[in-house]
């Protein structure tokens, strides 16, 4: 089996991503219980959600087909609650392409997170999986993440209530004594080169 990197280049997100990036989520909304909404979203959504994403120094990170260079991953961070004291904790995404899975992806892009996540000093990463997706709970535990929290029928979609499970990654992120409102360090999307 190729290994991922023969195939795919991890790099920033740019605009041009964005139909890409809203197709595989519009996918995960019609055809999964991986997001909790009913109705597909348009365009405008989607570039909204990126741009305010940079605007606030998060990272989007997509893997594009080296072929073609379309993009069939992505992942971000974002704010996970909105009080301010909550800065160094984010809250992950990643989607990859049904035709893409089990291929590796996932885990490489997972794991260049976690790296981002350390460069950025984040102290606590927050996954909030509904606990059907077997293999994405999975995933997330062989990196290290630990179930801290299940939710019971909180969600309802294709005629079921859904439980959703939340796994969290510690970092050994600090923040100096003299520092007495911390802040992560806004992700360097210009110079981003995956690997560091």
């Known amino acids: 089996m190729n290994h991922p990197l023969d195939l795919y280049n991890i790099r920033a997100a740019t605009e041009s991503d964005i139909p890409q990036i809203l197709e595989i989520y519009n996918e995960r909304i019609a055809n999964s219980t991986c997001l909790f909404m009913y109705d597909q979203v348009p365009l405008d959504n989607r570039?909204?959600?990126?741009q305010d994403t940079k605007a606030?120094?998060?990272?989007?990170?997509?893997?594009?087909?080296?072929d073609t260079?379309?993009?069939?991953?992505?992942?971000?961070?974002?704010?996970?609650?909105?009080?301010?004291?909550y800065v160094l904790t984010t809250e992950i995404s990643l989607y990859v392409h049904q035709g893409h899975q089990r291929k590796g992806l996932g885990a490489l892009m997972l794991k260049e997170m976690l790296?981002?996540?350390?460069?950025?000093?984040?102290?606590s990463i927050i996954a909030g999986i509904t606990s059907e997706n077997e293999g994405s709970v999975t995933l997330f535990s062989r990196f290290g993440f630990k179930n801290v929290g299940h939710l019971h029928d909180v969600g309802y979609k294709f005629g079921r209530f859904l439980d959703v499970v939340?796994?969290?990654?510690?970092?050994?992120?600090?923040?100096?004594?003299?520092?007495?409102?911390p802040s992560f360090k806004r992700f360097n999307w210009e110079s981003y080169v995956f690997g560091g």
């Open 166 to 181: 939340f796994l969290e990654y510690i970092t050994n992120a600090r923040v100096p004594e003299t520092q007495k409102i």
């Open 69 to 85: 260079d379309k993009t069939i991953a992505y992942a971000n961070y974002g704010g996970f609650r909105p009080h301010t004291a």
């Open 47 to 50: 570039a909204t959600w990126f």
């Open 115 to 123: 790296r981002i996540a350390q460069e950025m000093n984040f102290k």
């Open 56 to 66: 606030k120094g998060y990272p989007i990170i997509v893997a594009a087909e080296k």
